[in-house]
T-cell receptor, first 112, second 112 residues
Framework: GAVVSQHPSWVICKSGTSVKIECRSL??????MFWYRQFPKQSLMLMAT?????????EQGVEKDKFLINHASLTLSTLTVTSAHPEDSSFYIC????????FGSGTRLTVV | RKEVEQDPGPFNVPEGATVAFNCTYS??????FFWYRQDCRKEPKLLMS???SGNEDGRFTAQLNRASQYISLLIRDSKLSDSATYLC?????????????FGTGTRLQVTL
């Protein structure tokens, strides 16, 4: 079946630093990847749609200069949280579509 | 009004019980529907798709009522391993890679 590998699983970083999260589709080509964020006891909220070879489409209220998305190949999309702050602490998950939707295992980001 | 609404629970039921979750969605043009299961601090995993005619997968039965914009999930003979959060998910399109809308989830705790 389709597998999406997401790294790192968890990361703790200092306020003001940047963190990169990678999602790779291991056995299929993903022209589109979705990036979600989930705060405790809340729903997954779509942040942006990443398209291979073009600019990402951001949802309303998501700062594109803060959450940089790069989808340079058909198997890799990255999300960089720039100048992270404690309020960015959350669970970030990517998803790719291939017949159905496959999710990465998520990245738990803690900004201290 | 939220796009997808669920009772957050928690639903605490004894092993062997039958439990039902409901979900309503606001976009009448929505095309496809799913139930996902999410364990604590993990990514969502597809439990089952929901079809207009209703569908069953072992102990799980899903139903869709388009007129009422209502989706349900019935779990029979609950197991301890069924303890998780169940997410109602709606897709405005069929087949194509498009944005999923997640409910906040209903937490189920199955006890001895």
């Amino acid at each position: 079946g389709a597998v999406v590998s997401q790294h790192p699983s968890w990361v703790i970083c200092k306020s003001g630093t940047s963190v990169k999260i990678e999602c790779r589709s291991l056995d299929f080509q993903a022209t589109t990847m979705f990036w979600y964020r989930q705060f405790p006891k809340q729903s997954l909220m779509l942040m942006a749609t990443s398209n291979e070879g073009s600019k990402a489409t951001y949802e309303q209220g998501v700062e594109k200069d803060k959450f940089l998305i790069n989808h340079a190949s058909l198997t890799l999309s990255t999300l960089t949280v720039t100048s992270a702050h404690p309020e960015d602490s959350s669970f970030y998950i990517c998803s790719a579509h291939r017949v159905g939707y496959t999710f990465g295992s998520g990245t738990r980001l803690t900004v201290v | 009004r939220k796009e997808v609404e669920q009772d957050p629970g928690p639903f605490n039921v004894p092993e062997g019980a039958t439990v039902a979750f409901n979900c309503t969605y606001s976009n009448s043009a929505s095309q496809s529907f799913f139930w996902y299961r999410q364990d604590c601090r993990k990514e969502p995993k597809l439990l089952m798709s929901v079809y207009s005619s209703g569908n069953e997968d072992g102990r799980f039965t899903a139903q869709l009522n388009r007129a009422s914009q209502y989706i349900s999930l019935l779990i029979r003979d609950s197991k301890l391993s069924d303890s998780a959060t169940y997410l109602c998910v709606v897709n405005p399109n069929t087949g194509t890679a498009s944005k999923l809308t997640f409910g906040t989830g209903t937490r189920l705790q199955v006890t001895l």
